[in-house]
């Protein structure tokens, strides 16, 4: 399962404009004997991409190139054998990515100027990006992760730099390093205090030293103060770096307990069952903004007007409905919007084309199910001014 998280739909955004993109989105089913039936899901959808292609004027030399990396997966069954709930596709000149997700799409095959995103937001509609920072005597793990996927980080440039700044100030007996390769399924990096000794063995205030070293490289790594971080460990620890960090959403709630032994699977869980009411707090008082400001101009349910918002940086929020599509288009220029009935040659999802621009101009995006929006529209948003 691929990580979806926020810099992963920009770069996908980033393709806007650079040639046709083809994004295909799709139920799976799992395990090898349902193998063959996402295969032949798959083939049909790639094929009414092909069909759509066409009309572009695209010609065969190219249009075999773009389509290469698809049809490269349709014929590996072993991949189709190892898939989560739901497959996304996305493939442009030059460029090509795919992500087996925890949620049912629905079947779609979109080729415009740009990638289809609108069905990505589900998965961060209300539950954003978090971290979860395991720290033990042997240990040190760093996971990102949402409500339902979670991966290790790679902290081996971390421990480089830590062990060049601070191996020759401890005994060895009192301080080593690790890396082990991710692919066997072991942690990535870990440093390790009081080996061969207890905690105590190390003066407080070099471990808060080394703490804070430890905090300033994560937050410059993370390249950012919004994603909350939950620390994992005994007592002590927790105590010692939450007095050295100066994270701003460090958690005053942590997992406590030694993590050495506790799968990347059971910290998710125990992390998420912490940062879960924060998430959902957020989208709750969009939600009461919405309804608390409509009438007053700060507001809005209609394309017309939300559109042109979106492009000018004006939503703060934007709650969309999952599966459905407006199609049209809009011309920046005039700031006109033109409806239509169906997906015609030039026009695109004037959903997605708000929540992308909602996105880039860092505004929260809810693609979320029609009774979970503020009302009876599918779309609808709350103004910054």
Request: negative net charge.
């Amino acid at each position: 399962m691929e990580l979806l998280i926020r810099d992963e739909i920009k770069q996908l955004l980033e393709h806007k404009g650079h040639g046709p993109c083809i994004s295909i989105y799709m139920p799976v089913q799992k395990g090898r004997e349902k193998a063959k039936e996402n295969t032949i899901r798959f083939k049909n959808l790639v094929n009414k991409a092909e069909n759509q292609l066409e009309t572009t004027g695209l010609n065969e030399h190219d249009l075999k190139k773009l389509m290469e990396p698809a049809k490269k997966l349709i014929d590996d069954s072993y991949f189709w054998a190892n898939q989560s709930d739901g497959f996304a596709f996305f493939v442009a000149p030059n460029y090509s990515r795919f992500y087996r997700l925890p949620v049912e799409f629905e079947e779609l095959s979109v080729v415009r100027d740009s990638f289809h995103i609108k069905p990505l937001f589900s998965l961060l509609a209300s539950d954003g990006q978090f971290y979860v920072l395991a720290l033990s005597q042997k240990d040190a793990r760093l996971l990102r992760g949402t409500s339902v996927q979670v991966e290790e980080i790679d902290l081996s440039d971390i421990i480089k730099r830590f062990e060049e700044k601070f191996a020759s100030e401890l005994p060895e007996q009192y301080l080593q390093f690790h890396t082990r390769a991710p692919a066997t399924g072991d942690v990535r990096a870990a440093i390790y205090f009081g080996h061969g000794g207890e905690i105590d063995s190390i003066q407080k205030e070099k471990l808060l030293k080394y703490f804070r070293f430890i905090d300033r490289e994560l937050q410059e790594k993370l390249n950012e103060t919004s994603a909350p971080i939950v620390l994992a460990c005994v007592d002590s620890l927790f105590s010692a770096y939450r007095e050295a960090s100066k994270y701003p959403l460090l958690f005053e709630k942590g997992i406590s307990g030694n993590p050495e032994h506790m799968s990347a699977r059971d910290l998710h869980q125990k992390a998420w069952e912490i940062v879960r009411p924060y998430f959902e707090q957020k989208q709750e008082e969009a939600k009461a903004r919405y309804r608390e400001l409509a009438g007053t101009g700060k507001t809005s349910n209609d394309l017309a007007d939300l559109v042109p918002a979106s492009f000018h940086g004006r939503v703060s929020d934007l709650f969309v409905t999952v599966g459905v599509q407006q199609w049209g288009s809009y011309d920046p220029e005039s700031e006109t919007v033109k409806l239509s009935e169906g997906p015609l040659t030039g026009y695109e999802d004037l959903f997605d084309l708000a929540a992308a621009e909602t996105f880039l101009h860092n505004g929260n995006v809810y693609a979320v199910k029609s009774e979970q929006l503020p009302d009876n529209s599918p779309a609808c948003a709350v103004y910054r001014w």
